[in-house]
């Protein structure tokens, strides 16, 4: 089946809306800026993409650190860009699950799928999240995979900028929290090609957070709700999460989770899939017995290349 992209990404989606807490008005609450809804109604003004240094170079690709603008924030990624080609190559933006924010590295987190899509003749644009090694800004917050998904947002529509991709062909890959924030941006964006979503979080809010932190601390969930409560009321939580968005997905979906998968319950992926089969969304789901939370015990590099297979049969 071949996927008809909207390439309109220098004027991505819609009107610039202040950050604000919600407005009561007739004793009802306005949607919350932060709403899907709202993210939709944004405009996301492109900034160029800035190369800030080489990292290094082989046969098949060049790795760079690059800038760009998001918010008024000054923030980074690692760039591949693939050698040997005619150029127009198609883009993979890797959003990368929860580690904290000074313990994040450019260069080293989430290598190997990054290096793997360049291999395989894509361009790479694997972002830090506001907050995250050099990137400005603060990477915590009760509502921070939303303002992540914010940061993607902007470098969709300022990676028109880069010479090497062809603007036609754009792919997202989001494990764990990156794959709430990929998601969110698939409901967002226009012109998604396909998406690959590897045991992505995606319970509603704030379950989507509180679950992680109960673990350790009833103490400090306590404390996010607290904060959470400061900028939102619970009437707004299913405004603000995914899974009850899924109606606005327009291309494909892979999604892949562990049986045995020691962070992300399975049974949200379970649930997702109830959601994307209610709205008509075109997924392909693979249940992977015994595996972990990376999906690394048996055939990381093998699931890697399955989707990489099946990206690029949509592309002519």
């Known amino acids: 089946m071949r996927i ?17 807490t919600p407005e009561i008005v007739s004793g009802r609450t306005q949607k919350h800026v932060l709403s899907i809804d709202a993210l939709r109604e944004r405009e996301y003004a492109p900034s160029p993409v800035v190369i800030e240094k080489m990292i290094s170079e082989s046969e098949e690709y060049i790795t760079y650190i690059v800038s760009y603008m998001s918010e008024g924030l000054k923030l980074y990624a690692l760039m ?21 924010p000074d313990e994040y590295s450019t260069t080293r987190s989430y290598r190997t799928i990054s290096d793997r899509y360049a291999k395989n003749g894509f361009l ?8 995250h090694d050099e990137s400005e800004g603060r990477g915590e917050g009760p509502l921070r995979t939303i303002h992540y998904s914010i940061d993607v947002l902007n470098l969709i529509a300022s990676a028109v900028s880069i010479d090497e991709w062809d603007s036609e062909h754009l792919f997202l890959y989001g494990h764990s929290m990156g794959g709430e924030v990929t998601l969110r941006v698939a409901e967002v964006a226009a012109g998604i090609t396909a998406f690959s979503l590897w045991a992505p979080v995606s319970a509603l809010i704030p379950e989507n957070t509180l679950y992680f932190i109960r673990r350790d601390s009833y103490k400090n969930s306590e404390s996010h709700l607290t904060a959470l409560h400061k900028i ?17 997905i327009t291309s494909p979906v892979v999604l892949h989770h562990g049986t045995d998968d020691e962070s992300v319950p399975f049974d949200w992926s379970l649930n997702l899939i109830e959601a994307f089969t209610e709205t008509g969304v075109r997924f392909i789901f693979y249940r992977h017995p015994g595996d972990n939370h990376n999906l690394s015990r048996y055939d990381y590099l093998g699931l890697i290349d399955k989707d990489i297979a099946y990206f690029k049969t949509l592309i002519d």
């Open 124 to 131: 790479v644009l694997k972002p830090d999240y506001r907050g």
């Open 4 to 20: 008809v992209c909207i390439a309109v990404f220098a004027l991505i989606f819609c009107r610039c809306v202040p950050r604000e």
């Open 80 to 100: 591949n860009t693939p050698r040997g080609g005619d150029g127009g190559y198609p883009l993979m933006i890797i959003n990368h699950g929860y580690i904290p």
């Open 232 to 248: 939102t009321s619970r009437s707004d939580y299913p405004d603000l999460s995914p899974v009850e968005h899924t109606a606005f």
